[in-house]
């Protein structure tokens, strides 16, 4: 795999797809701040690879290498990766603010209007 180190954010149907797509090339780890969400998942997959099958027909076979509530995580990440509703995102700015390491790219998903604004003012410096 590739050394780079992609987080991806959320617990839903989007997260997931988008964890086993990345963990197929990189280096991947799920994290979700909402309740159990993450242990759950992580029981829930157990030891088996997530099975995605493209529209072009290919299978793909990959599981993240962690699936976590730990914002630590975020230290980490060459990306990072929102995968949850935007109301959502300045609770994972301001989770991942004292980690983030610099340069770190950031997408979200959904993305809304301000959410440059609500990054700069979660992040400081950092953004």
């Known amino acids: 795999k590739n050394p780079f180190t992609v ?3 959320g617990g839903g149907n989007a997260a997931q797809v988008a964890a086993a797509m990345f963990s197929h090339r990189f280096s991947c780890i799920a994290v979700s701040l909402y309740a ?3 242990a759950k998942w992580k029981e829930a997959l157990g030891d088996n690879d997530y099975e995605l099958t493209c529209d072009t027909g290919k299978v793909i076979k ?6 976590t509530n730990d914002p630590s995580v975020a ?8 995968a949850v509703p ?3 995102h300045g609770q994972y700015f301001e989770a991942f603010e004292p980690y983030i390491k610099p340069d770190t790219v950031i997408a979200c998903m959904p993305a809304r209007s301000g959410g440059d604004l609500l990054l ?3 992040l400081g410096q950092k953004a």
């Open 7 to 9: 987080l991806v954010c």
């Open 36 to 38: 159990d969400e993450a």
């Open 62 to 67: 990959s599981k993240p290498d962690d699936i």
């Open 75 to 82: 230290a980490k990440a060459d990306a990072i990766v929102l």
């Open 86 to 88: 935007s109301f959502a």
């Open 120 to 122: 700069a003012s979660k």
